[in-house]
């Protein structure tokens, strides 16, 4: 099984947000994307495990919802906060 964080559309996304980061001058703005970032990676972790126990125990749950959500967040905050700092 192919896991999310490994798969190519999340490493594509994830450089991009990196080398975004990498431009940015240090400062509140840099250390709040990048825990962003952090905190997606974390979630994206997340969910990966639980698609695994899922498999693992043979069970058809709803796997990960939350966590689903969370994602969106995160990346939605990351590209509006990115957006912004790019337009200015």
Known sequence: MLE???SQKFQEDY?????VILTMPDGNLKQEVTKLL??????IKKLDQ???EMI??????SVGTEIKQ???TIRKQLE?????WQNH
Do not use: G, P
């Open 15 to 19: 450089n991009r947000y990196q080398s």
């Open 4 to 6: 999310l964080i490994k």
């Open 70 to 72: 969370d994602i969106t």
């Open 80 to 84: 509006l906060k990115i957006k912004d």
């Open 38 to 43: 952090n905190n997606l990676v974390f979630e």
């Open 50 to 52: 639980r698609h695994m």
């Open 56 to 61: 693992n125990s043979r069970q058809m749950a």
